[in-house]
């Protein structure tokens, strides 16, 4: 395969500094939601540690990194699931965090994020306004700028999910991969290629968050003027040049999906897998739902990315949506 920024050895020697904690979760065929999804199914589960979500194989990487070289303060932007797990991650290495969010996030991950012990900022805008608040905030205080999927130790973290699906020695043919940022879809995507490329790579982001399935299709950055989603934690407008040129060069095909199949798909997570997943976390369902004919016959692989929910809204959203 053409260069992307990725290289399979650095993927391989990151998983030496990612606390074994958040590595080999588990990859089981779920057959509970074959009968409605037409195909067969294996869910890999990233639910299941300290931060709810894939992130702190990123952060892990990023701050052993950082301490090493002797880095004490860092500032990122955050939706939620990534400050977090950076808040998790400095915590244990000395490194002082500063994460900057929306007021309007989901507020269990707010809430977490001042549990871990990071300092918090609210911006009165959404998660691209925080970007640019961060980087400011860099600037004045001399911090450490950690930019998700930017920053190649996210990528190289996440990509770490796909040795462990090559590892599984499963036989499957296509991964439904959430798509915000672009860590995990690249990383994955990196690892599938180089060692698996007969597997697809699908990458799967909300009709109203469209930027970067935009981007892919046109081969260029498309940004947007708005995010409309209820699945936060893949709602960017403005894509990063470098992530979607190696985008490009792993993923198979970026699909579209509208709200209510998200919903569908969360529920149907909940009453025949038991997990109960935000939003992003039923990208995968909510594709496979809305164009069955196409994964007939197949055995997919869906990432099951974060579990960071409000209770009150999860409630609601799955008590609305149709059995």
Same mark, same amino acid.
């Given at each position: 395969?053409?260069?992307?920024?990725?290289?399979? #050895?650095?993927?391989?020697?990151?998983?030496?500094?990612?606390?074994?904690?958040? @590595?080999?979760?588990?990859?089981?065929?779920?057959?509970?939601?074959?009968?409605?999804?037409? &195909?067969?199914?294996?869910?890999?589960?990233?639910?299941?540690?300290?931060?709810?979500?894939?992130?702190?194989?990123?952060?892990?990487?990023?701050?052993?990194?950082?301490?090493?070289?002797?880095?004490?303060?860092?500032?990122?932007?955050?939706?939620?699931?990534?400050?977090?797990?950076?808040?998790?991650?400095?915590?244990?290495?000395?490194?002082?965090?500063?994460?900057?969010?929306?007021?309007?996030?989901?507020?269990?991950?707010?809430?977490?994020?001042?549990?871990?012990?990071?300092?918090?900022?609210?911006?009165?805008?959404?998660?691209?306004?925080?970007?640019?608040?961060?980087?400011?905030?860099?600037?004045?205080?001399?911090?450490?700028?950690?930019?998700?999927?930017?920053?190649?130790?996210? &990528?190289?973290?996440?990509?770490?999910?796909?040795?462990?699906?090559?590892?599984?020695?499963?036989?499957?043919?296509?991964?439904?991969?959430?798509?915000?940022?672009?860590?995990?879809?690249?990383?994955?995507?990196?690892? @599938?290629?180089?060692?698996?490329?007969?597997?697809?790579?699908? &990458?799967?982001?909300?009709?109203?968050?469209?930027?970067?399935?935009?981007?892919?299709?046109?081969?260029?950055?498309?940004?947007?003027?708005?995010?409309?989603?209820? #699945?936060?934690?893949?709602?960017?407008?403005?894509?990063?040049?470098?992530?979607?040129?190696? @985008?490009?060069?792993?993923?198979?095909?970026?699909? @579209?999906?509208?709200?209510?199949?998200?919903?569908?798909?969360?529920?149907?997570?909940?009453?025949?897998?038991?997990?109960?997943?935000?939003?992003? #976390?039923?990208?995968?369902?909510? #594709?496979?739902?809305?164009?069955?004919?196409?994964?007939?016959?197949?055995?997919?692989?869906?990432?099951?990315?974060?579990?960071?929910?409000?209770?009150?809204?999860?409630?609601?959203?799955?008590?609305?949506?149709?059995?």
């Amino acid at each position: 395969m053409q260069q992307t920024r990725l290289d399979t #050895a650095r993927i391989r020697a990151a998983r030496r500094v990612i606390d074994p904690m958040f @590595l080999d979760t588990p990859l089981y065929r779920c057959e509970a939601l074959e009968p409605g999804l037409g &195909c067969a199914v294996s869910i890999k589960l990233e639910t299941a540690n300290p931060v709810r979500s894939f992130k702190a194989r990123g952060t892990e990487v990023v701050a052993s990194r950082l301490a090493d070289s002797g880095v004490r303060a860092v500032v990122c932007a955050s939706a939620g699931n990534l400050g977090q797990a950076l808040a998790w991650s400095g915590r244990g290495r000395g490194i002082d965090v500063t994460v900057v969010a929306s007021r309007f996030a989901t507020a269990a991950k707010l809430d977490r994020i001042r549990a871990l012990g990071a300092h918090l900022q609210l911006v009165d805008g959404d998660h691209e306004l925080a970007r640019g608040r961060a980087a400011a905030v860099a600037r004045s205080d001399g911090m450490r700028l950690v930019e998700d999927s930017l920053d190649i130790e996210t &990528c190289d973290g996440a990509a770490t999910i796909g040795l462990e699906l090559v590892d599984a020695a499963r036989p499957f043919d296509t991964v439904l991969i959430a798509l915000g940022g672009g860590a995990l879809a690249t990383g994955v995507g990196h690892v @599938l290629k180089s060692l698996a490329p007969e597997v697809e790579v699908i &990458c799967v982001q909300p009709l109203g968050a469209p930027a970067l399935t935009l981007s892919w299709r046109a081969r260029r950055v498309v940004n947007t003027d708005s995010a409309v989603t209820i #699945a936060d934690g893949v709602a960017g407008r403005f894509p990063i040049p470098a992530v979607l040129d190696d @985008l490009l060069l792993v993923a198979d095909d970026a699909v @579209l999906v509208r709200e209510e199949s998200i919903v569908t798909g969360m529920r149907m997570l909940f009453d025949h897998a038991g997990l109960v997943v935000e939003p992003s #976390a039923a990208l995968g369902i909510a #594709a496979v739902l809305e164009d069955r004919d196409r994964f007939a016959g197949r055995h997919v692989v869906i990432i099951v990315c974060g579990g960071n929910v409000d209770a009150d809204t999860y409630r609601r959203w799955i008590g609305s949506a149709p059995l």
